[in-house]
Structure formats: structure tokens, C-alpha cells
């Protein structure tokens, strides 16, 4: 059950993030609402991150993999739609949203089900590497794999359609990604109070006292790996429709830096965290690269002292400044 000043918040917030469209053409910088959607889109794939990384404590670095899965669901399934070949001689392609997106969440949580397995017999430094290895793995992979553009991607010539929409529009594609990550949040929401989510803060405090208890912690490690990596392929998924493009960067290990930079950014293991970090990472990412080319010493200058001077991240400051104003 949220606080009261916490639901209020929340609220204002969706009331700001509703307006956004009306305010970016107000103050003439229709390039912000595309700043927006990539905050929304990022803040899922953080908020999947933090959900392995804050509540279960495994720390993944490797999780751009399945943002990238998850992109490139929709890229081939579009490409064959666009060809009208069928994928392994019986999967049609689809250029439909509501097919394309349980698509690439079903294949990115079978990637992230097998990663899992095999890295969740690990622990420590050895889980770090082996995420980071499978995750390199399938970025090599996806580059010598010719037949959808290799290193330079695959390009999506239109945004998938969903219920007669214009997706062309981008007011319309802003407001059906905002509707994508309030329904994600609400889910997640229930996931990290609920019972489950209980158990997995448990391990993650003390793994053997709740083996003791009954509790078998590598199960719940892996349903919660499995669930954060289908999260991060439904938001790479949104990405592909965003940019209308997929590319093995996505799933670099720079992408998983980028990713864990917001979740520490933000504050681990706290529920708006990830959103907190994502936003401050790409406004801070977007701006200072207008100043300078040398906008990633400035990036890193800033993140540090954030991180340094502020316990618990971007939402443990607010947390601190609303306590002491109550």
C-alpha cells in the first residue's frame, strides 16, 4: 500500500509525464518528447535490472542481451512480414504490436531461463562474468548473423500498428509507450509486494536462513532472472518500435554499464530508483553533448559526485528532502 504523499506524487508525476506533448511544443522543443519516450523505455530496462540486482542481489552484467533479444523479436518478425517468408519455414512475420511485443517478451524470457540456469550454479565475481560472457556471446553472434544486416542492424521501415492507430505520429507512439510503462510499473509494483517478492529480499539477506525455512533459493533466483530479462526484452522491444531499428549495440556490455549506472544512479533496490536514474542519465547524456564533444568526462564528473554525495542515490536524496520538510 503506498503512502499517502508517495501516491500523491506518483500522481502529479502522471499528470506531468500526461501533459508533456502540450508542454514540448509550448516551449518549441518538440526533440523532448523523444527524450521522453527513451526515458520511459530506459526506465524499464533499469527497473528490470534493479529488480535481479536491488531485491534478489545478483548482480547481472549482461542484461543488455535481452533489451537486444527483445529488439530484434520485432526487427525479424517485421522483416519477415515484409517478405512474406516465414521464419524457420512455419513462424508468419507480424508488423502487429500486440504480437510483436508478447513475442519478443515469451523469446527474451527463454534466453534469459537458460542464462539463468547455468549462471545462477555461480555466485560472485564467476555470475558477473558468466552474464557478461553469454550477453557478449549473443552480440558476436547477432553481428555475424548476415542475413539481418549484421553490424549495421536491421532496419524496421514502419513502427508496428496497434488498434488502427497512427503509430507515424509521434504524440500517439509517446502516449502508448507512457501506457506501456504504467502498466509495467503497476505489475512490478505487485511483484516486489507480493509474496514472492518477500522470499527474494529474504535470500538476498540471507540465502541459508531461508533455505532453512523451506524456501528453495535457486528457484526463486531463476523466476526472478527469468522475469527481469523478460522485462528488458519488452523494453527493447518498445525500442525497436521507437527508433524503428535494431542493432548489436543494444546488447553490448556498454549497453549493460549504461543500464547498471542507472540503477546505481537512482538507488538500488528502491522501487523509483531506475526511473529517477534513467531520466538523470539521458537528460544529463543529452544535454552535455550539445556543450561539448567531450561530454562524456563531463557525464562521469557528474555521476560521481551523485553517487558520492548522496546515500542510497538520486531517491534516497528526495527521501531525505521530504522527510525533513514533513
Not at 499517502?4 to 509550448?26: K, Y
Not at 540486482?53 to 533479444?69: C, E, P, Q, R, T
Not at 536514474?277 to 567531450?294: K, R, V
Amino acid at each position: 500500500m503506498m503512502r499517502p504523499l508517495v501516491a500523491t506524487l506518483v500522481t502529479a508525476a502522471l499528470l506531468f509525464l500526461f501533459f508533456v506533448p502540450m508542454l514540448t511544443d509550448l516551449v518549441g522543443r518538440p526533440s523532448l518528447l523523444a527524450l521522453a519516450c527513451r526515458i520511459l523505455i530506459y526506465a524499464m530496462a533499469a527497473a528490470s535490472l534493479n529488480f535481479v540486482l536491488g531485491y534478489g542481489g545478483m548482480i547481472s552484467f549482461g542484461h543488455a542481451a535481452f533489451f537486444g533479444v527483445g529488439a530484434y523479436t520485432v526487427g525479424i518478425l517485421y522483416a519477415h512480414f515484409a517478405s512474406g517468408e516465414l521464419l524457420f519455414g512455419f513462424i508468419p512475420g507480424s508488423n502487429q504490436m500486440l504480437i510483436t511485443l508478447p513475442a519478443a517478451v515469451l523469446v527474451s524470457g527463454v534466453f534469459a531461463a537458460a542464462i539463468g540456469a547455468l549462471s545462477l550454479r555461480t555466485g560472485g565475481v564467476q555470475f558477473i562474468m558468466i552474464t557478461l560472457a553469454f550477453a557478449q556471446m549473443l552480440f558476436f553472434f547477432f553481428v555475424a548473423l548476415k542475413a539481418y544486416g549484421g553490424e549495421d542492424g536491421i532496419i524496421i521501415r514502419r513502427t508496428n500498428e496497434l488498434a488502427g492507430l497512427n503509430m507515424r505520429d509521434r504524440v500517439t507512439l509517446y502516449y502508448v509507450i507512457l501506457g506501456f510503462a504504467v502498466l509495467f510499473f503497476l505489475g512490478l509494483w505487485r511483484m516486489v509486494n507480493s509474496s514472492f517478492g518477500a522470499v527474494l529480499r529474504g535470500i538476498q539477506q540471507n540465502e541459508r536462513r531461508m533455505a532453512a525455512l523451506g524456501f528453495a533459493p535457486y528457484r526463486y533466483k531463476l523466476y526472478a532472472f527469468i522475469l527481469s530479462g523478460m522485462g528488458a526484452g519488452f523494453a527493447g522491444a518498445l525500442m525497436a518500435n521507437f527508433l524503428r531499428y535494431a542493432s548489436p549495440d543494444m546488447m553490448h556490455w556498454t549497453k549493460s554499464g549504461e543500464l547498471m549506472i542507472m540503477v546505481i544512479l537512482g538507488g538500488v533496490g528502491s522501487f523509483f530508483g531506475p526511473i529517477f536514474g534513467a531520466a538523470a542519465f539521458m537528460i544529463l547524456e543529452t544535454f552535455l553533448a550539445g556543450w561539448t564533444e567531450h561530454w562524456q568526462l563531463l557525464l562521469g564528473a557528474v555521476l560521481l559526485v551523485i553517487v558520492l554525495a548522496t546515500k542510497g542515490g538520486i531517491n534516497g536524496l528526495l527521501a531525505r528532502i521530504f522527510r525533513r520538510g514533513a
